[in-house]
């Protein structure tokens, strides 16, 4: 081999087929033609296995939600109650009782199963 070529050289390695590892090297024109090849960089693809699993959370079922219904319990609502505290943070408290409680009667919690965000993912890329 003379003084004025390069070399390059990729070697893939794979133990168990994964995961794999890409080694590049590399060896300059001008350098000892019996020198080692220098390492420019190596690649490696490692295979995390992930448990799938699942999240519950909580949402508003709004299958039977009526605005109308809604907007008419909220106006039948005593909110002179609320006008009647004097603590900023009992009026809030009763006012979100309140609220929540006709929010609850025409949106009620459901609980829902999502998926883990690794399929989720996945099934969006493919």
Do not use: G, Q
């Amino acid at each position: 081999m003379s003084d004025d070529t390069e070399t390059i050289v990729i070697d893939i390695i794979k133990p168990n087929s994964k995961p794999f590892a890409m080694v590049v090297s590399y060896r300059p024109p001008e350098s000892d033609p019996d020198m080692d090849l220098s390492v420019v960089y190596v690649v490696r693809k490692v295979a995390i296995k992930t448990k799938s699993r699942h999240r519950i959370v909580n949402i508003r079922s709004m299958k039977n939600f009526n605005i109308d219904r809604f907007k008419n319990e909220l106006t039948s609502l005593p909110w002179s109650l609320v006008d009647n505290l004097e603590n900023a943070n009992d009026r809030w408290e009763l006012w979100k009782s309140m609220f929540m409680n006709v929010v609850d009667n025409h949106a009620p919690l459901k609980r829902k199963r999502l998926r883990n965000s690794l399929a989720e993912c996945k099934s969006k890329t493919t």
